[in-house]
């Protein structure tokens, strides 16, 4: 059993910044992928950026070049650093662990705000 805890979310204004944490329990972290989705309020779920278990990332085109993510196997922790927030970036995000073979994990969720 894995469980996935985010934290980092608050309100910022546009063009700042934040970095979003998710923490996962259990000894298997590190052979998962992970992923950080967001759910903007009257919208579908939609997937931001992905981590292999190897480190290859991929990103949604609209957070190329803003966001990163990157993660921490010594820490069981995966990381979004997100830079020049715009309001439409508002949403839940949230924290996706996936594998093949084991069962799909999502954390609880945490709210991000940019507004002035």
């Known amino acids: 059993q894995v469980q996935l805890a985010e934290s980092g979310g608050g309100l910022v204004q546009p063009g700042g910044s934040l970095r979003l944490s998710c923490a996962a329990s259990g000894s298997i972290f590190s052979i998962y992928d992970m992923g950080w989705f967001r759910q903007a309020p009257g919208k579908q779920r939609e997937l931001v950026a992905t981590?292999?278990?190897?480190?290859?990332?991929n990103y949604a085109d609209s957070e190329k070049g803003r966001f990163t993510i990157s993660r921490d196997n010594s820490k069981n922790t995966v990381y979004l650093q997100m830079n020049s927030l715009k309001p439409e970036d508002t949403a839940v995000f949230y924290c996706n662990g996936y594998h093949p073979i084991f069962p799909v994990y999502w954390g609880q969720g945490t709210q991000v705000t940019v507004s002035s």
């Open positions: 981590i292999t278990s190897g480190g290859s990332t």
